[in-house]
């Protein structure tokens, strides 16, 4: 199986980075439009069966505990729109897209793979954002428009790649820590990174 791990850092796969594992790495850098660069040009380069990005992500779902791994099956671009008078409204909700113009469905960017019925992970929907910060009101009214699980800086980026190029795709994420909370010593970065890399190494054990 030609395979491919994703990651913004390699911070976040360095346990994985150790391992004798037949797959290409390919470390994006963080933020939609590197992602969108590295990826697409490492997709056109060479036909993947599987694409796996591996990171961490902050919490909107408080039932999620701190260093869990979930498997995002949905995800949208959440900053990518217009804010009037308080609120936030979608470039499908304005009219300059349409919500089910490939790749999208409804407005998001959706894994139907059965990869992900094979993989013994709750299921998450995330949203990416160009900017993560502490305003408390800003993360609310995100949180309220998309009910989103889990927030990233890459995964609808990515998935957004995948669907275009028709590959195969999985997007993992280790919670580090909920959204707003800026102060890192209540993150747990270090046992979010250690349990992404054992969910990793035995989703490939099982391909």
Same mark, same amino acid.
């Given at each position: ?9 390699? @911070?976040? =796969? ?45 919490? @909107? ?65 995330? =949203?990416?954002?160009?900017? =993560? ?12 428009? @998309? ?10 980026? @990515? ?15 280790? =919670? ?32």
């Amino acid at each position: 199986m030609n395979l491919l791990i994703v990651a913004a850092t390699d @911070f976040e =796969i360095e346990p994985f980075l150790k391992e004798n594992i037949s797959a290409d790495i390919l470390i994006t850098g963080v933020g939609i439009p590197s992602t969108v660069f590295h990826l697409s040009k490492k997709l056109f380069g060479k036909k993947y069966d599987l694409a796996i990005q591996a990171g961490i992500a902050g919490a @909107f779902n408080h039932q999620l505990k701190l260093s869990e791994v979930v498997a995002v099956k949905e995800e949208t671009f959440a900053d990518l729109g217009i804010e009037e008078n308080g609120k936030l409204y979608s470039l499908f909700e304005k009219g300059f897209m349409n919500e089910n113009e490939f790749p999208f469905e409804n407005g998001w960017l959706k894994n139907n793979h059965l990869i992900l019925e094979k993989i013994n992970l709750p299921y998450a929907k995330g =949203i990416t954002v160009n900017k =993560i910060g502490d305003d408390v009101l800003q993360n609310k009214m995100i949180e309220e428009k @998309f009910s989103a699980d889990v927030e990233s800086m890459e995964g609808a980026a @990515f998935h957004y790649v995948c669907l275009q190029q028709q590959i195969n795709f999985l997007q993992l994420r280790s =919670i580090s820590n909920y959204v707003g909370e800026r102060d890192r010593s209540k993150w747990e970065l270090r046992n979010a990174i250690e349990n992404l890399n054992k969910e990793l190494l035995k989703i490939i054990e099982k391909l």
